[in-house]
């Protein structure tokens, strides 16, 4: 990753014009004006505290969230706005430079189209707009000078749904602290950025296991071979599928035991659920198999509708 | 004694493996030596350590080859584990008031009168076998079989916090406000000392601690 002191020389740089570097105190502010339908605070997640009860959380595109980072030349951990379908728009009340990028969609500042995917200057007072997802679910939209600086819970600044830990979702006027504008500005980074777009097929490579055995031979077969779509009741704890049932073999509950981010856990209906980052620390219903974290990006920014197939890894 | 504990050592994904025991009690034996080995610096590379009711996961293998993690399920399961010693681990004491809704009820399955439900319950020595459900939520082992009772037919909509409760093996403390199918034999005096992300551990009843409720009066 890019560190923030590699970041280029001053010729390099996207510097905003109408501020003396340093001259901020402490940190900025920024103003919800648009929420959108759930708009909440993520970094690279809360790990290691699984034994406690405590979800990971963190980015669900975490590519995504690295490379918008990465853009702005803020550290590899710096907190993002994560937006889902309906987008976001906030108002600084510094001069910032911000990127928009993850699902895409249509970006503006003060009404004037800008770009997606890239880094673009955000005046004091004005009003950057990321709009609803164009393809893709899960945008992200993240701001020079370290990102946002919510008081971290447990190492994270990440709002964990299923336990109310770390900020809440965004409302409508809610104000978020964010980093001062950086002394050095941001680097003008030569690569065009890889973006990955929204899958038109989610193709998620599965390896069996713990709990396969509890289900039956063509249960197994079904999962690799049958038609899944992506459920409209997915959500940051788990993406839901709509397809054939897995049979099982075994009747009654498994004993609560620890689960892995991306287990492909079978609930009493049979209809596969693969845990994203928000996901229960231990739970009840038998897990087939796994699916390699990797995958779960695209799974972050597939629609419901769209044809999920899991293949043997 | 020395005899390796019987174990199945089962994938999880590319970065997991998950140990499975034969009882709850090999269960909390395994996790006990799965953190005194790895106190010892004897399991780098394993980020989390997650006890379940008869499996223990070792998590965040990143990076580890499927050779890598064959190596350590062989290992896993060549270890001799040492019996459960349940005088060890951190201990604490939750002041109780025992007036639970749920309280005649569960007298009724245990076939004593309704005050005597205090008495059986606090003078249990419980453990937390691992944490699950919510931040800060134990599910502590101890209660004789003969006490076990089964969860609620209809669950609760909405269980206040510091709630005591009771389901099957296990008892539990409600850390803040929640739906909940087991019993409610009482209420924590001071349900906040349950979660406190600024405390280490964050979780009062993280697994491994030893457990005792103490009965108190309802103040007014």
Redesign the interface.
């Known amino acids: 990753m890019t560190a923030p002191d590699e970041t280029g020389t001053a010729s390099g740089t996207v510097r905003p014009d109408a501020r003396a570097p340093g001259s901020t105190d402490g940190a900025a502010t920024l103003t919800v004006v648009r929420a959108g339908a759930l708009t909440t605070v993520q970094d690279g997640g809360r ?8 979800a990971r959380a963190g980015a669900l595109d975490e590519p995504a969230r690295l490379l918008a980072n990465r853009l702005l030349g803020n550290d590899p951990g710096a907190a993002v706005l994560e937006t889902t379908m309906t987008g976001c728009a906030v108002r600084a009340d510094r001069d910032m430079v911000a990127v928009v990028g993850g699902a895409v969609c249509r970006v503006t500042v003060d009404g004037r189209p800008a770009a997606w995917g890239a880094p673009v200057r955000v005046p004091a007072g004005a009003v950057l707009d990321a709009g609803p997802a164009l393809s893709g679910v899960r945008g992200c939209l993240a701001f020079d000078g370290g990102g946002l600086l919510p008081e971290p ?2 190492g994270s600044r990440s709002a964990d749904l299923l ?3 770390g900020p809440p979702p965004l409302h409508d006027g809610d104000e978020l602290p964010v980093g001062r504008a950086p002394e050095r500005g941001v680097p003008a980074l030569p690569v065009a950025a890889p973006w990955p777009g929204a899958p038109a097929v989610l193709v998620l490579p599965v ?5 396969d055995a509890w289900f039956t031979p063509g249960a197994l077969r079904t999962l690799f071979t049958a038609a899944y779509r992506v459920s409209a009741q997915s959500n940051r704890i788990g993406l839901r599928t709509e397809g054939p049932a897995l049979a099982r073999v075994r009747d009654g509950e498994l ?6 981010l ?2 492909v856990q079978v609930p009493p209906d049979g209809r596969p659920v693969v845990f994203l980052n928000d996901h ?4 009840g219903y038998p ?1 087939v ?5 990797p995958a779960l990006a695209a799974a972050a920014q597939a629609a419901p509708g769209t044809p999920v197939r899991f293949v043997p890894a | 004694m020395a005899r390796p504990a019987p174990v199945r050592v089962l994938p999880a994904g590319r970065e997991a493996l998950l140990v499975e025991l034969d009882s709850a009690e090999a269960a909390e034996a395994f996790h006990a030596e799965v953190v005194r080995r790895r106190a010892r610096g004897d399991l780098p590379g394993v980020r989390e350590v997650v006890p379940g009711a008869r499996t223990v996961l070792l998590d965040g293998l990143a990076g580890s080859s499927d050779a890598d993690r064959g190596r350590l399920a062989r290992a896993l399961e060549s270890w001799t584990v040492e019996p459960l010693h349940r005088a060890e681990g951190p201990r604490t004491e939750i002041r109780v008031v025992y007036d639970g809704p749920d309280l005649a009820e569960v007298a009724g399955m245990w076939g004593v009168a309704p005050q005597e439900v205090a008495a059986l319950h606090s003078a249990t020595a419980f453990r937390v076998a691992f944490c699950g459900f919510a931040p800060g939520f134990g599910y502590l082992t101890g209660l004789p079989e003969h006490l076990h009772v089964p969860r609620r037919a209809t669950p609760r909509t909405r269980v206040p916090a510091g709630a005591v409760a009771l389901a099957g093996p296990y008892t539990g403390v409600y850390p803040r406000p929640s739906p909940g199918g087991w019993r409610l034999v009482g209420r924590m005096e001071d349900p906040d000392r349950l979660w406190d992300p600024a405390r280490e551990p964050a979780a009062l009843l993280a697994p491994g601690t030893r457990v005792r409720f103490v009965p108190v009066e309802a103040h007014g």
Request: proline share 8%; no cysteine.
């Open positions: 790990t290691g505290w699984a034994h406690l009860g405590v819970v447990l336990s109310g830990l390896r069996l296991g713990p709990r004993p609560s035991e620890g689960m892995v991306g287990a229960p620390t231990t739970g897990v198999g796994v699916v390699a974290a």
